[in-house]
């Protein structure tokens, strides 16, 4: 009985799709910081935010609401439920043509400082200096 040599390749290909694999799983471990900027819309504006009972919420201590479809984005840019939220968080947030809260984003103390900042410029432009 003769055996064949074994090709090289299957073993190979399997061992990229290990690493790929091995990859993609440390790029979801890091936290956001680690992987890189995360970058916001221009229309959210920074805030003080705090989940009350779904849909309500509060922003900077006035009372809004949640749009149906809200997303909530946490500082590795994962989506959680706003039920999984207790206290309030600095964050981004973005709304609707209606003037519900579409989108959230919790943001690390330097986002925060930085979205801060941003929103300084933004206000010193649109007055006109």
């Given at each position: 009985m003769l055996l064949q040599p074994r090709d090289p390749a299957p073993s190979r290909d399997r061992r990229h799709a290990l690493r790929a694999g091995a990859a993609a799983a440390l790029a979801c471990w890091l936290p956001a910081s680690a992987q890189g900027t995360r970058s916001f819309p221009q229309a959210a504006r920074p805030g003080r935010f705090?989940?009350?009972?779904?849909?309500?919420?509060?922003?900077d201590g006035q009372s809004v609401r949640l749009s149906a479809?809200?997303?909530?984005?946490?500082?590795?840019n994962m989506i959680v439920m706003p039920a999984s939220l207790s206290g309030s968080f600095?964050?981004?947030?973005e709304r609707d043509p209606v003037g519900d809260i579409s989108r959230v984003w919790l943001l690390t103390p330097e986002e925060f400082q930085a979205a801060q900042v941003r929103e300084r410029e933004r206000a010193r432009s649109a007055s006109g200096r």
């Open positions: 705090a989940v009350r009972v779904f849909p309500e919420a509060m922003l479809g809200a997303r909530i984005y946490d500082q590795r600095d964050a981004l947030v």
